[in-house]
C-alpha cells in the first residue's frame, strides 16, 4: 500500500485504497471471463476493489483448486487494473468454522455452552431448547456440571446452595432444584454439517488460521500487503447468551462456555464460578449485586477477543496482511454483551475494524 501527500487533485481522483471495495458475492461458477466482465463493471463504477465472498449458490468447493484459481485470476487482473482483492475469510459466516473443517475431526474445538435450567436432562442430549437469535444450535451432547437449591424472594436470591450428586436434600429442598449442564453444540447444515467452533478457545482459532489463512498465503501470499490489502472476519460469536424470563425463574438460561473454563475462571479470579453460578443469573434479596456476573462477563469478553481476534490478528501481522472485519450484535451495547461481550476488546487486534450497515440502516453506538 502506498503513502500518498494530501492534494486536492487526490481527493478529487483518489487511487484505489481510497475507494469502496464492495463485497462481490461468489454465489455460482466461476468462469473467468464472467469474473473479468464484472471486475470491468466495478472498475467503471469507481470502485478500488472487491471482497471476493464465497455465499450459497458457489458451485465449486470452497479454497478448492477451482477456487483458488479463481482468486489468483482476479488477484493478477486486479493488479493489471490497479484494483485491490481484498480476501474474505470464510465459506459463508459467521467465521471461525473454516467451511466446517475446524470441527469436523475434533470435539474439543466444537462451540458450547452452559445450558442452566430446572428441567432434567435424561440421556446425555440437550434436545428442543428454545430457539434464540444467532446460527449456533442449542441442542446438543451434554453432561451435568452442577446443581443448585435457590431460595428466592421478589426475583432475587434469598440463599443457594450447590447439592453433591447424592445429597439427601435433593428430596426435600428449601427452594427451587437448577441444573447446569454443559451442551457441545450439533452439527448443523449452515456449518456445512459440522459444527461451529468455540471462538473461546484460542487452539480454535490457531486451527482455522492454519486451514483458511494459509491456504490464501500459499496462494498468493506474494501479494499480501500490496494488491491484497487484507482480509475480514465476518461475525465470529460466541453461543449468544439467553437470560431467564423473570426473576422468578420461569424460562432458562444459557452461557457461553469452553473447555475447562471453570479451572481457567478459578486461575483468573481466585475462585470457581461453578460454585457461585447462581449469581451470573439473580441479584440478592438485599439489594446487593455480588461479582460473580461482573467478573464472567469480564472473563468471556477477554477471552473471546485474545482468542480470536487476538489469534488472527497475531497471524496477519506476522504475514505481512491487514485484518480487519466486523463482531456479531455490534449494534447496541446489549446485544454486544450477549455475542462478543464487548466489540472494543476485540477491536484493538484490527488494523481497520468495521460495522455491517446493511441497506438504510443507520449505526451510532459502534462508530
Known sequence: MKDFEWSEELFRDPPAQFRGAPFWAWNGSLDPEALREKMDVMKEMGFGGWHMHSRIGLSVPYLGEEFMKAVRFCVEYGRSQEMLSYLYDEDKWPSGFGAGFVTKDDPDLCARHILFTKDVITGDRAEGRKTVTGRVPMSGPCRLLASYDVVLSDGAIVSYRTLGQDDPDREQPEGQIWYAYEVISDPDPWFNNASYADVLNPEAAKRFAELIYARYAEEIGEEFGKCVPTIFTDEPQFTRIQVLEDGRGRGEACIPSTMNMDALFREEKGYSLMERLPEVFWDFADGTTGPVRYHFFDFITQRFADSYSGVLGGWCRRHGIGF?????????????SRFAGECMRS????????MDLLADRKEFMTA
Do not use: F, R
Open 324 to 336: 480487519t472485519g466486523h463482531l456479531m450484535g455490534e449494534g447496541s451495547l446489549d446485544e454486544q
Open 347 to 354: 477491536y484493538v487486534y484490527y488494523d481497520q475494524p468495521g
